[in-house]
């Protein structure tokens, strides 16, 4: 059986571990890590079979797993992917913004090589990126509209220069219109799926990007659109949040986890 580390023991992370402890991933989770001790003992009170808690998240990877999985922040995978990688693990990445730093997606796509490793992105929060990655050579136009409850995005870099109080927010209203290079360093935990439209798409600045508020949804919902001689693709993707965090939407952890079950299983693969 696969061997996991995990670091972040969030909404994500434990949900995930969860499914491993369950028997839905058939893998063994080995060692966790999560700057918050509490966080981690958390997770680790919630599961029948239980790994080590490690002193820092470069220790996941000096031990004998196969793949660490980050669900933590952007700030994580710039400071361990690169040295996952040369410890010769695979990895699989939750915080996707990270990588539009074109200079940290250059070296960890030049640590794959070098070190034969992979590094795995979930499809996360939104559907339709097999269509998106068959037809990227013949795209003219990408762009994503998500909408959340204000409380979605509390706490966003953009607010700290923006005129906008998300606490007046009364009607549905625009927060923000860009392309996702921009959206990625203003909205960083809420533009993951931006980031990965953009990474099997047309890249960052020809993604086009809007951020809506409707203090009435109760979900985070998406809408992609993509033009090219190939033809048009739309997609609506509706998601509930999770209980625990309402910036990650339930459909992101459940594409993790059938991520990491696919990477443990033998098995026949669906899917582009
Ligand atoms: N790819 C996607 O579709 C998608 C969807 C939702 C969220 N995300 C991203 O996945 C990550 C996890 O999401 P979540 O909902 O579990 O968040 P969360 O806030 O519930 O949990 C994150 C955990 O990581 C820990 N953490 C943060 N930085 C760390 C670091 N440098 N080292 C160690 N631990 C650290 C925190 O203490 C926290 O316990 C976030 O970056 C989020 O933006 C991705």
Known sequence: MKKIGLLGCGAIGTQIALAIDEGKIPAILTHIFDDSKEKSSTLHAKLKNKPEIVENSHL????????????????????????????????????VGALLDESIYDILSDACQDFKKTIYLPSGAIAGLDGIKAIKDELDSLSITTTKHPRSLKGAKFFETSEINLDEINSVTTIFEGTAKQAVSLFPKNINVAALLSLTGIGSEKTRVTIMADPDTDKNTHQIE??????????????????????????????AIETLRKYCSNDIQIGT
């Open 60 to 95: 996941l990877s000096s031990n004998s797993v196969d793949i660490v999985v980050e669900a933590a922040s952007q700030d994580a995978v710039k400071d361990a992917a690169l040295s996952i990688l040369q410890n010769k693990k695979d990895l699989m990445i939750m915080s």
């Open 226 to 255: 993509a033009n090219g001689s190939f033809g048009k693709m739309t997609f609506t993707i509706e998601n509930f949040p999770d209980t625990h965090n309402p910036k990650t939407s339930r459909l992101a952890i459940l594409s």
